[in-house]
Antibody, heavy 120, light 113 residues
Framework: QVHLVESGGGVVQPGRSLRLSCAAS????????MHWVRQAPGKGLEWVAV????????YLGDSVKGRFTNSRDDSKNTLYLQMNSLRPEDTAVYYC?????????????WGQGTLVTVAS | DIVMTQSPDSLAVSLGERATINCKSS????????????LAWFQQKPGQPPKLLIY???TRESGVPNRFSGSGSGTDFTLTISSLQAEDVAVYYC?????????FGQGTKLEIK
């Protein structure tokens, strides 16, 4: 049974950093590209990042490029999102999601999300 | 970036009636080499993460009731719920995964009339 659990969220001041983690289980983590998607309170979904299964390809959305980095540790079955220079507009629930092997780029399993609040 | 626009923003339908949600992309998401539309639909209930309903524009994800169907090609797509059930109350999103950055529609809130 696929299980994704995000952690690391919290309240942080503007300009500071935070690292999110996503612990995966129930599937061969190292074989799948993984994504981050965020959702500001009461708003829609925004795709944030993807990392390939071999970690050679990483892509970020325009709104976080240059500030966020994504990585993975397959020995720990864990996905990471390092968030630097945080802004109030980064306030959101951050979800990790698995890439759908039947339709690459769509997302077949999601975690419950972790809330990041950027405020002074 | 490909812009995804859904209509309507909200929709109220009676139980047992048909619900139709539209999604339009600013450029085609049909990949000519495999003739597949890189378009997915998600359902999100309050306090829950999104759930994949449809991929390749019309393929139902395993376990999704067959009252949910997807159609369309190129730039215009539709999600149809043939007979609305109470548990279908949710926000529905389309997503293009044709090109990075992947983008979502703004969402359509579906309620019971």
């Amino acid at each position: 049974q696929v299980h994704l659990v995000e952690s690391g969220g919290g309240v942080v001041q503007p300009g500071r950093s935070l690292r999110l983690s996503c612990a995966a289980s129930g599937f061969t983590f190292s074989s799948y590209p993984m994504h981050w998607v965020r959702q500001a309170p009461g708003k829609g979904l925004e795709w944030v990042a993807v990392i390939s299964s071999d970690e050679r390809n990483k892509y970020l959305g325009d709104s976080v490029k240059g500030r966020f980095t994504n990585s993975r540790d397959d020995s720990k079955n864990t996905l990471y999102l390092q968030m630097n220079s945080l802004r109030p507009e980064d306030t959101a629930v951050y979800y990790c999601a698995r890439d759908n092997p039947d339709s690459p780029g769509s997302l077949d399993y999601w975690g419950q999300g972790t809330l990041v609040t950027v405020a002074s | 970036d490909i812009v995804m626009t859904q209509s309507p923003d909200s929709l109220a339908v009676s139980l047992g009636e048909r619900a139709t949600i539209n999604c339009k992309s600013s450029q085609s998401v049909l990949y000519s080499s495999n003739n597949k539309n890189y378009l997915a639909w998600f359902q999100q209930k309050p306090g829950q993460p999104p759930k994949l309903l449809i991929y390749w524009a019309s393929t139902r994800e395993s376990g999704v009731p067959n009252r949910f169907s997807g159609s369309g090609s190129g730039t215009d797509f539709t999600l149809t719920i043939s007979s609305l059930q109470a548990e279908d109350v949710a926000v529905y999103y389309c997503q293009q995964h044709y090109s990075i950055p992947y983008t979502f529609g703004q969402g359509t809130k579906l309620e019971i009339k």
